[in-house]
Nanobody, 122 residues
Framework: QVQLVESGGGLVQAGGSLRLSCAAS????????IAWFRQAPGNEREFVAA????????DYADSVKGRFTISRDNAKNTAYLQMNMMKPEDTAVYYC???????????????WGQGTQVTVSS
C-alpha cells in the first residue's frame, strides 16, 4: 500500500502563490507517476499536473501551464506543486495521486491523498 498526505493548502489572494506538498510512504516503489488533481464544488475531478517519479518528466493541464510547477524530491519521497499567479478559478480541493502511468484520467491512479483546500480570493 501507498499512503499520500497533502499539505500546504490555504487562502490566498488572486495573483499570489502557494506550494502544496504530497508526502508518500509505504510501498512507494509500486508507482511511477505522481499527479495533482483538483475538484471544485459541482465539478468533476480534473487533472492539473503529473511528474514521472524516476525521470522527472512533467505534464500540465492547459489551464495551469506557465503558472504551476510540479516537482519531486526522491530522497524525501515528496512531490510538490508550486502555484503562482493564482486565479479565483483555481479554488478547489487539491488531491495528489499515485499510479503506474501518466494520464489525465483519475481512474488510472491507484492511490489518493485526503485532499487539501485551496481558496483564491478576488
Amino acid at each position: 500500500q501507498v499512503q499520500l498526505v497533502e499539505s500546504g493548502g490555504g487562502l490566498v489572494q488572486a495573483g499570489g502563490s502557494l506550494r502544496l506538498s504530497c508526502a508518500a510512504s509505504g510501498r512507494t516503489f509500486g508507482f511511477y507517476v505522481i499527479a495533482w488533481f483538483r475538484q471544485a464544488p459541482g465539478n468533476e475531478r480534473e487533472f492539473v499536473a503529473a511528474i514521472s517519479w524516476s525521470y522527472g518528466t512533467t505534464d500540465y493541464a492547459d489551464s495551469v501551464k506557465g503558472r504551476f510547477t510540479i516537482s519531486r524530491d526522491n530522497a524525501k519521497n515528496t512531490a510538490y506543486l508550486q502555484m503562482n499567479m493564482m486565479k479565483p478559478e483555481d479554488t478547489a480541493v487539491y488531491y495528489c495521486a499515485a499510479g503506474p502511468r501518466s494520464t489525465w484520467s483519475p481512474r488510472a491512479y491507484n492511490y489518493w491523498g485526503q485532499g487539501t483546500q485551496v481558496t483564491v480570493s478576488s
